[in-house]
């Protein structure tokens, strides 16, 4: 079974390296599905995996310069607090009873669709709001708009450890369209890593992390992930985001029947 563990996080973090996305959205239900390990559990763990593996990206982003600040600590003003209140509702309501776990279940199978959307959909978002400038929010109403982004990411990515990827990239495309792919990468993953750690720790006050499944995870997600950026160039990205997004699709109908 470790073994098998290593492999997954090696497959998923190949994935992760080539596309940029896919680590919560495969990573959840990959353990939920394939191995059995509990809703709660499985999103519990997933947090702090991402929050090791996006603290590497958010390292190559600062070094490049290419993570816009201002626009991260918008987006953390609502996720942190968001993510706060999720993880006391969880435990409020009991986050390991059998019957919030298939809550989650839906949950997770609901943001794995809405990142099905982000990828496929993301282009053409981006190519409706350069044709339409007027329609691009700015000052104040760009600023809340930022907070409130923040705080339904943060109340999705706690509950269902996704949505920090795909969906929270094409949030920023969508209020942000002027940043160039490059930043939109890099302020994305560096809100993650705040956000995924604080969600990653109301799930160990929760007891909802398998730490032995964290560490097999990532032996194999580290190599994964490396060699999945190398081959990134490669591989068409319109055929990798069409791959992942049937796979997801796949994932979700099953997580739902």
């Given at each position: 079974?470790?073994?098998?563990y290593?492999?997954?996080g090696?497959?998923v973090?190949?994935?992760?390296g080539l596309?940029g996305?896919?680590g919560?959205?495969?990573?959840t239900?990959?353990?939920?599905?394939?191995f059995g390990?509990s809703?709660?559990?499985a999103?519990?763990?997933?947090?702090?995996?991402?929050?090791?593996t996006k603290?590497?990206?958010?390292?190559?982003?600062?070094i490049?310069?290419t993570?816009?600040?201002?626009?991260?600590?918008?987006?953390?003003l609502?996720a942190?607090p968001?993510?706060?209140?999720?993880?006391?509702?969880?435990?409020h309501?009991?986050a390991?009873?059998?019957?919030i776990?298939q809550i989650?279940r839906y949950?997770?199978a609901?943001?794995?669709?809405?990142?099905?959307?982000?990828?496929?959909f993301?282009s053409r978002?981006?190519?409706?709001?350069?044709?339409h400038?007027e329609?691009?929010?700015?000052?104040?109403?760009l600023?809340v708009?930022?907070?409130i982004?923040?705080?339904?990411?943060?109340?999705?990515?706690?509950v269902?450890?996704?949505?920090?990827g795909?969906?929270?990239?094409?949030?920023?495309?969508?209020?942000?369209?002027?940043l160039?792919?490059?930043?939109?990468?890099?302020?994305d993953?560096?809100?993650?890593v705040p956000?995924?750690?604080?969600?990653a720790?109301?799930?160990?006050?929760?007891?909802?992390?398998?730490?032995?499944?964290?560490?097999?995870?990532l032996l194999?997600s580290?190599?994964g992930i490396?060699?999945?950026s190398?081959?990134?160039?490669?591989?068409?990205?319109r055929?990798?985001?069409?791959?992942?997004?049937s796979?997801?699709?796949?994932?979700a109908?099953?997580?739902?029947f």
């Amino acid at each position: 079974m470790t073994l098998s563990y290593v492999i997954s996080g090696f497959a998923v973090g190949i994935l992760v390296g080539l596309t940029g996305v896919g680590g919560g959205s495969l990573m959840t239900p990959l353990l939920t599905l394939l191995f059995g390990v509990s809703p709660t559990v499985a999103v519990g763990t997933d947090l702090a995996f991402a929050s090791v593996t996006k603290s590497a990206g958010t390292l190559t982003h600062k070094i490049r310069g290419t993570v816009n600040w201002s626009i991260v600590r918008l987006l953390c003003l609502g996720a942190l607090p968001a993510a706060i209140i999720a993880a006391i509702g969880l435990k409020h309501y009991g986050a390991l009873d059998k019957e919030i776990g298939q809550i989650i279940r839906y949950t997770i199978a609901a943001s794995v669709l809405l990142t099905v959307i982000a990828l496929l959909f993301k282009s053409r978002m981006l190519s409706w709001l350069n044709r339409h400038p007027e329609k691009q929010l700015q000052g104040r109403q760009l600023a809340v708009a930022t907070v409130i982004s923040g705080a339904v990411l943060g109340a999705l990515v706690t509950v269902s450890s996704i949505g920090a990827g795909a969906i929270g990239a094409t949030l920023l495309v969508m209020l942000y369209p002027r940043l160039s792919a490059a930043e939109i990468a890099g302020t994305d993953i560096a809100y993650a890593v705040p956000l995924t750690a604080i969600a990653a720790l109301g799930h160990w006050w929760l007891g909802s992390i398998d730490w032995v499944l964290l560490f097999t995870l990532l032996l194999g997600s580290i190599p994964g992930i490396t060699l999945g950026s190398m081959a990134a160039r490669a591989v068409p990205e319109r055929i990798l985001r069409v791959i992942l997004a049937s796979t997801l699709t796949l994932v979700a109908a099953k997580l739902i029947f």
